[in-house]
């Protein structure tokens, strides 16, 4: 029988399948699949196309923003950091494509785990993708914010105040407001695309398409201009942190730089979810993910041997984290002195361009930065209210949560309040931390990905899967193990989040999800428009529309 969609997203059946898993509260695969099905997509792409995919998602925030971050954690080491993060990330993503190949539909990791683990761990995974996506876009506008406030000042000259263009320092002592007050420009960012999102857009591949260009070309540039100006006198010492930090501290070393570092990687799910849509995904699936990942390695290796090698990455000091207020005071002390090294510059890139008097470059890498973060803002956001909205379709949220405008089409109350936070977090802490407090969420639903593949295989080992991981009983463990280990190197207060959100996740189940779910209450649906709101925007930092989430 038809039930009302949520603001027209789509109508749905009922009772089609067999009575959902009551006791664990399973919502059944095949309902999942028949969702899927309604909607199966041509398959035309191959392993090039599928590579280009994946260096257009992957290529972005994290190495123009979280450089100079990673180099105060672990010095020339965090050359090591970056193949650290690779191999994790291609071990979670050959997991990560055979869930996608067989359930192609909305929610991705979260609707992944309700088909094979349950309700309640579904929810802490949406939950965890919530404040994944929600803190990247906030990371993201703050390294904008850094980006823009740099190409300002060698243009014109003319700057901001610095408590204008940072946030306050953060530590256990206590908050320091004497280096920054509140990000102005990030707010800007967070806000302007938010209402981008609210009115909405379409965005074509061809722009995705010039985007890529001009993300690659940038980082070319710098690749070309900074190595031949290297000196192997700056990787020393490789590893002033060691491989996991001074005792006593957290989330420093060359293992806790990985864990920062694994945000310059988010996107390769973008291979992931276009299984759907390829040919001979068994063949192309692993070579795109693999392909592109091993691309984007080697670039990311080059630039920080770029970097590194031309004015060094000695941290201001050992044991102190970037962004504390330790960190602060010292970056301010060298500042004082006309000194700015790689650790405490906004804008890493354009900063060691112009300080080999290249700046004419970094002011192309600026613009190229400029160009480019307000789109992956764009695709974070995007990202959230797609988790969001498929939550409240199972009766997870509240249904109105999901409404859609009656004029643009778009669920504005939830990109509304999204927005409003992101700007928020962005206003009032520093890139690092905010990559960092992602990452904790993103680790926990891909560690919940390589689990759920493990169950699937054991339960139900003869469904069809169009891509299999694999050796998948050494594959997917490594996949875990690797998710843990780079979650525990996270700095503590990152690590603190995860579960206080956690928390604050399991109370709003207890008050409203438990009761009012579709599968707690027998009913199982499938969606006549399973992809979600009618006219939301595609985020152009993918080539194929359909490949939209997380």
Known sequence: ??????????????????????????????????????????????????????????????????????????????????????????????????????????????????????????????????????????????????????????????????????????????????????????????????????????????FNAVLVVVKVTALTLFIALTLPAGDSAHFQPFAPNGWFGPEGTSGLGIVGAAASIFFAYVGFDAVSTAAEETRNPQRNVPIGLIGSLAICTVFYLLVTIGAIGTIGAQPTALGVQPGSAEFARECAALAARGETPLVCSDEALAHVLRAINESWAGDLVGIAANIALPSVILMMLYGQTRIFFVMARDGLLPERLARVHPKWKTPHVVTILTGFFVAIAAALLPVGKLADISNSGTLFAFFMVSIAVLVLRRRDPDRHRPFRVPMVWIIAPLAAVGCVALFVNLPFEAMLVLPIWGVIGLVAYALFGYRNSHVGRGLTEVHELDRDAPDQPVPPIFSQPQTTEE
């Not at 206590?174 to 920054?180: A, K, L, M, Q, T």
Request: contains cysteine; glycine residues 12%.
């Open 1 to 206: 029988m038809p039930h009302p969609g949520l603001g027209g997203a789509g109508a749905r059946d009922f009772a089609v399948f067999e009575r959902p898993d009551m006791r664990h509260r399973i919502k059944p695969l095949d309902a999942v699949l028949e969702t899927a099905r309604k909607h199966s997509l041509e398959r035309s792409l191959g392993p090039v196309q599928l590579m280009l995919l994946g260096v257009g998602a992957i290529i972005g925030t994290g190495i123009f923003v979280l450089t100079a971050a990673a180099a105060q954690k672990a010095g020339p080491g965090m050359i090591w950091s970056f193949v650290i993060a690779g191999g994790v990330c291609a071990l979670a993503a050959l997991c990560y494509s055979e869930l996608a190949s067989m359930v192609p539909v909305s929610g991705s990791a979260y609707t992944y785990t309700y088909a094979v683990v349950g309700e309640l761990l579904a929810w802490t995974v949406g939950w965890a993708l919530i404040l994944e996506y929600a803190v990247a876009a906030s990371a993201v506008s703050v390294g904008w914010s850094g980006y823009f406030m740099g190409l300002i000042e060698s243009w014109t000259g003319l700057s901001l105040p610095q408590q204008l263009t940072a946030g306050p320092a953060w530590s256990f002592s206590g908050v320091d407001f004497s280096h920054g007050v509140v990000n102005l420009p990030a707010i800007v960012v967070a806000l302007s695309v938010t209402g981008l999102l609210v009115v909405g857009t379409k965005e074509s591949a061809m």
